[in-house]
């Protein structure tokens, strides 16, 4: 089985969360770059701009890791919710670097006992997914906790401080997420765009099986006809003539998902449009 398992611990008085937190949890999970993001920044916002420029040298690259680069390489989310003096936080686990996600091991994991097991309000099963970029610039795996759910080893990616209440999480929308991570897109390599209708521009990062399980790279350059892309807005295809780097702007990063919960990041430069 594809997609996400949820479950939760405190049925009666969480259950209103499920169609809430499912599709929500899920934008974040994939934009997390810093191992805290405060709430006060995960809201709708207008796009900003992720300009080239303060890349951070000193982190380390992906490329130690994956010589070949990330595209196309599968990873696989645990999310774990909890109320805390009245705020909601989620514990985000990724297995990138640490397992390769097996089909067989993450239809094993069973929603219902993690969350038990972690008294957690909701666990939520996110993927599986695909990186469409070629390397990441973070610092988010030193020093992090680690852990195993079933047979899939993961480590803890990010404390995402939601707030009171949790947005509604809807396609083509904005969301403003904190993160420092610098995603890399190499010269030479295929994009996949999205455009709106008042001509701002989002790079995919990552695409996802969980809304359609046959989804593969192969199929991204001709995507556009399957999406429902809002009036005014459009998808396209194109190779990089030089190198991309897409950053936050002053740690802020706008992520959008499309109606297939495949994963964009706004990539325009600051003051246009």
């Not at 469409?132 to 993961?154: E, W, Y």
């Not at 969301?175 to 994009?191: D, L, N, S």
């Not at 030089?242 to 994963?263: C, F, P, R, W």
Request: net charge positive.
């Amino acid at each position: 089985m594809f997609g996400q398992k949820i479950f939760s611990s405190r049925t009666g008085r969480a259950a209103w969360l499920l169609p809430v937190a499912v599709g929500f949890l899920a934008l974040i999970s994939v934009a997390c770059g810093s191992s805290a993001i405060d709430t006060s920044v995960v809201t709708t916002r207008t796009s900003t701009s992720t300009p080239k420029g303060a890349v951070t040298k000193d982190m380390p690259s992906s490329d130690a890791k994956f010589p070949q680069g990330l595209r196309n390489v599968r990873y696989c989310e645990v999310l774990l919710l909890n109320k805390t003096d009245g705020q909601f936080v989620a514990d985000v686990w990724n297995t990138l670097g640490m397992d390769d996600c097996p089909q067989k091991a993450w239809d094993a994991l069973d929603a219902t006992a993690i969350a038990k097991d972690r008294g957690a309000i909701l666990a939520l099963l996110n993927g599986p997914r695909y990186w469409t970029l070629d390397a990441i610039v973070s610092d988010i795996r030193a020093g992090a906790p680690t852990t195993t759910f079933d047979k899939i080893s993961m480590f803890k990616a990010a404390t995402v401080k939601l707030g009171k209440q949790l947005p509604k999480q809807t396609p083509y929308v904005d969301r403003a997420v904190a993160r420092e991570t610098v995603f890399q897109f190499r010269a030479g390599k295929q994009v996949y765009e999205l455009t709106d209708d008042k001509g701002k521009h989002y790079v995919m990062q990552s695409y996802s099986l969980i809304k359609d399980k046959t989804l593969t790279i192969d199929r991204l350059a001709n995507l556009g006809p399957a999406l429902a892309l809002p009036e005014g807005w459009s998808f396209r295809t194109r190779v990089l003539e030089k190198d991309l780097d897409v950053l936050s702007t002053d740690g802020i990063a706008t992520v959008i998902q499309d109606d297939l919960q495949n994963s964009y990041q706004r990539i325009d430069e600051p003051g246009t449009k």
